[in-house]
T-cell receptor, first 115, second 111 residues
């Protein structure tokens, strides 16, 4: 158990629908990072939150949005889903050493299948 | 955008052989990390290298960070079937602390 919890583990939904993925970072970690992993694109950074505020944005589509709540859990909302959105979605929290980010702890991911 | 290129993309070897995976970029990273990912699971951190020229060893795995902090390599000695997995390198950008991942190297060690 990495300490980063993601739910649900699997999600199957139809095109055009909207889903919400949930992530709870390790206890005490303020940062949450969301990544998308598809077969042909590897791990792509979507968005980062730190203590409730958006800190960095990657290649996140306008149909996707995220937020981090006061209890530090985060949700990634995906709307108007397309077949190409089928992928593994990971969240991670970071830990520090030697004055900078030393590593990420990843959750076990949510596998989204859009049919 | 800082890009990390990994090579090879796929490696199939027999148990007991050695292998090396490379991670290259035209950009400088403040640190570089290596992860291993099993099917259906999230990546797990193996090592972080910070200083140019740094070499770290983790049992049969040796990690090296290039002098200019633009490239890294992972060497596995006497590979075992348990080493099978997807190996990912990732560079830390100074601003925002986000990781940029390479495309990964899929390693298969046959018994």
């Amino acid at each position: 158990d990495s300490g980063v919890t993601q739910t649900p583990k699997h999600l199957i939904t139809a095109t055009g629908q909207r889903v919400t993925l949930r992530c709870s970072p390790r206890s005490g970690d303020l940062s949450v990072y969301w990544y998308q992993q598809s077969l042909d694109q590897g791990l792509q950074f979507l968005i980062q939150y730190y203590n409730g505020e958006e800190r960095a944005k990657g290649n996140i589509l306008e149909r996707f949005s995220a937020q981090q709540f006061p209890d530090l859990h985060s949700e990634l909302n995906l709307s108007s889903l397309e077949l190409g959105d089928s992928a593994l979605y990971f969240c991670a929290s970071s830990f520090y050493g030697q004055g900078s980010v030393y590593g990420y702890t990843f959750g076990s991911g949510t596998r989204l299948t859009v049919v | 955008t800082q890009l990390l290129e990994q090579s090879p993309q796929f490696l199939s070897i027999q148990e007991g052989e050695n292998l090396t995976v490379y991670c290259n970029s035209s950009s400088v990273f403040s640190s570089l990390q290596w992860y291993r990912q099993e099917p259906g699971e999230g990546p797990v951190l193996l090592v972080t290298v910070v200083t140019g020229g740094e070499v770290k060893k983790l049992k049969r795995l040796t990690f090296q960070f290039g002098d200019a902090r633009k490239d890294s390599s992972l060497h596995i000695t006497a590979a075992q079937p348990g080493d099978t997995g997807l190996y990912l390198c990732a560079g830390v950008e100074a601003a925002g602390n986000k990781l940029t991942f390479g495309g990964g190297t899929r390693v298969l060690v046959k018994p």
